[in-house]
């Protein structure tokens, strides 16, 4: 059984960063994505990587702002959030990719963790 425990949300001011971490226990995780979810809205695609790291995809959104990686010694990868704006508050979750050709719907992943909250101020 996978388990998989994101970290580093919180409240930050627009324009400012956060780092959040993807943990997994269980066995070693192989491509991985990031998802976001605001209040009222279906979930987001963010960011994918895959296991030697590349490629990684981004979306347009985020493109330029975020990035994605990984630590394959710690089971773990990251997403590194710089200029936040309002509109990317969400809960952030990790979610281990089950293959094909398509990496940015959520019904193509599974194991998902809990969430972390992030939330951005004006």
């Known amino acids: 059984q996978v388990q998989l425990v994101e970290s580093g949300g919180g409240l930050v001011q627009a324009g400012g960063s956060l780092r959040l971490s993807c943990t997994a226990s269980?066995?070693?995780?192989?491509?991985v994505g990031w998802f976001r979810q605001a209040p009222g809205k279906e979930r987001e695609f963010v960011a994918h990587i895959t296991w030697s790291g590349s490629p990684a995809y981004h979306a347009n959104s985020v493109k330029g702002r975020f990035a994605i990686s990984r630590d394959n010694a710690e089971n773990s990868v990251s997403l590194q959030m710089n200029s936040l704006k309002p509109e990317d508050t969400a809960v952030y979750s990790c979610a281990i990719y089950s293959g094909g050709s398509v990496y940015d719907l959520g019904r193509r992943y599974q194991y998902w963790g809990q969430g972390t909250q992030v939330t951005v101020s004006s």
């Open positions: 269980g066995r070693a995780v192989r491509s």
